[in-house]
């Protein structure tokens, strides 16, 4: 594919962000233009909309990078992983008040944007630029592989999502020969973990329910936990691939409540089964292997609806 994407660095100021509470797909997108524009010495921002802190597991990224919005509107916005408008929360208005929206995504048919670089086959939206800066002879370095390599990693659950070809390994491969740091990124995403949101696992585990015949597993986080565990939302990100790891299921979901009482629902399939269809019924949305929701329903509401949607798939 051939977008010319360098020749929308041509206006500024720039914006750069992706949806809210950005996970280390979008960040390392984000980062790894706004690495490049600086090289380049355009003026850009990188913003999102954080409830909270950013997590903890992805500060190997250059967090410093990140600020927040100066204008109402940009001449260029660069959105990342993000197919809805709406899931840009607070700046929402302020992209699509700007000039030119330019989504780059891999999810499916985004409902916005001016141009759509877009592979809903790709594993991750840093494989989707990877492309772009190959095909556009883009020079990547070091510290923009790491954020690359990261939006790989965290995408694919460690190389072991359904949606894990011979395409990501040899992005993988090629990103760690620019110096990408493959070990050292893994193990800050999934082998350093607050010793409080560890403590909170074992409630995660203990509330798990299992539909034997479904064979979809699930559990909650309550509001109420933080506050008892002393940890917030965003260290508590790896639980799904907790409720998942149950060899009896095929599709798990962690759901999380947020302070007005909603909840936000994180949904992992085992096998070829598409939970991005399950994220749908919600207005959600995601790839095949992982996807994502939020709901303004009780948690037996949202249980019911999604036991349904698996059943007309099986």
């Given at each position: 594919m051939k977008n010319n994407f360098k020749e929308n660095f041509k206006d500024t100021p720039i914006l750069i962000t992706g949806h809210?509470?950005?996970?280390?797909?979008?960040?390392g997108s984000a980062l790894a233009l706004k690495l490049l524009l600086d090289s380049l010495d355009i003026e850009s921002t990188v913003a999102f909309d954080v409830t909270g802190e950013l997590p903890s597991n992805l500060n190997h990224l250059p967090y410093d990078?990140?600020?927040?919005?100066?204008e109402d509107s940009y001449k260029t916005v660069f959105v990342f992983d993000c197919g809805n408008s709406s899931r840009l929360g607070s700046l929402e208005s302020i992209v699509l008040n700007s000039d030119k929206i330019v989504v780059v995504d891999h999810h499916i048919d985004p409902t916005f944007g001016d141009l759509q670089i877009i592979d809903p086959k790709a594993a991750s939206t840093t494989q989707v630029l990877y492309?772009?800066?190959?095909?556009?002879n883009i020079h990547i370095t070091k510290e923009m592989s790491d954020c690359l390599m990261t939006g790989l990693i965290t995408d694919t659950g460690r190389f072991q999502y359904s949606n894990t070809d011979s395409e990501?390994?040899?992005?993988?491969?090629?990103?760690?020969?620019?110096?990408?740091?493959?070990?050292?990124?893994?193990e800050n995403i999934y082998g350093s973990i607050e010793l409080n949101a560890?403590?909170?696992?074992?409630?995660?585990?203990?509330?798990?329910?299992?539909?034997n015949e479904l064979r979809f597993i699930y559990s909650v986080v309550y509001q109420d936990d933080y506050k008892k565990y002393t940890t917030t939302p965003a260290e508590t990100d790896f639980l799904i691939d907790v409720v998942r790891l149950a060899k009896e299921s095929r599709i798990a979901l962690l759901l999380k409540e947020q302070t007005d009482?909603?909840?936000k629902g994180s949904?992992?399939?085992?096998?070829?089964?598409?939970?991005?269809?399950l994220a749908s019924f919600f207005d959600g949305g995601g790839h095949k292997a992982a996807s994502g929701f939020s709901a303004e329903l009780t948690i037996d509401?949202?249980?019911?609806?999604?036991?349904?949607?698996?059943r007309k798939q099986i």
């Amino acid at each position: 594919m051939k977008n010319n994407f360098k020749e929308n660095f041509k206006d500024t100021p720039i914006l750069i962000t992706g949806h809210v509470n950005p996970d280390g797909d979008a960040i390392g997108s984000a980062l790894a233009l706004k690495l490049l524009l600086d090289s380049l010495d355009i003026e850009s921002t990188v913003a999102f909309d954080v409830t909270g802190e950013l997590p903890s597991n992805l500060n190997h990224l250059p967090y410093d990078l990140i600020g927040t919005p100066t204008e109402d509107s940009y001449k260029t916005v660069f959105v990342f992983d993000c197919g809805n408008s709406s899931r840009l929360g607070s700046l929402e208005s302020i992209v699509l008040n700007s000039d030119k929206i330019v989504v780059v995504d891999h999810h499916i048919d985004p409902t916005f944007g001016d141009l759509q670089i877009i592979d809903p086959k790709a594993a991750s939206t840093t494989q989707v630029l990877y492309r772009v800066f190959m095909e556009e002879n883009i020079h990547i370095t070091k510290e923009m592989s790491d954020c690359l390599m990261t939006g790989l990693i965290t995408d694919t659950g460690r190389f072991q999502y359904s949606n894990t070809d011979s395409e990501v390994f040899s992005i993988a491969a090629d990103l760690m020969t620019k110096g990408s740091e493959l070990s050292t990124i893994s193990e800050n995403i999934y082998g350093s973990i607050e010793l409080n949101a560890l403590k909170l696992q074992s409630k995660v585990i203990e509330r798990l329910e299992l539909d034997n015949e479904l064979r979809f597993i699930y559990s909650v986080v309550y509001q109420d936990d933080y506050k008892k565990y002393t940890t917030t939302p965003a260290e508590t990100d790896f639980l799904i691939d907790v409720v998942r790891l149950a060899k009896e299921s095929r599709i798990a979901l962690l759901l999380k409540e947020q302070t007005d009482g909603s909840f936000k629902g994180s949904l992992r399939s085992r096998t070829d089964f598409d939970v991005q269809k399950l994220a749908s019924f919600f207005d959600g949305g995601g790839h095949k292997a992982a996807s994502g929701f939020s709901a303004e329903l009780t948690i037996d509401e949202i249980i019911f609806n999604i036991k349904n949607e698996i059943r007309k798939q099986i």
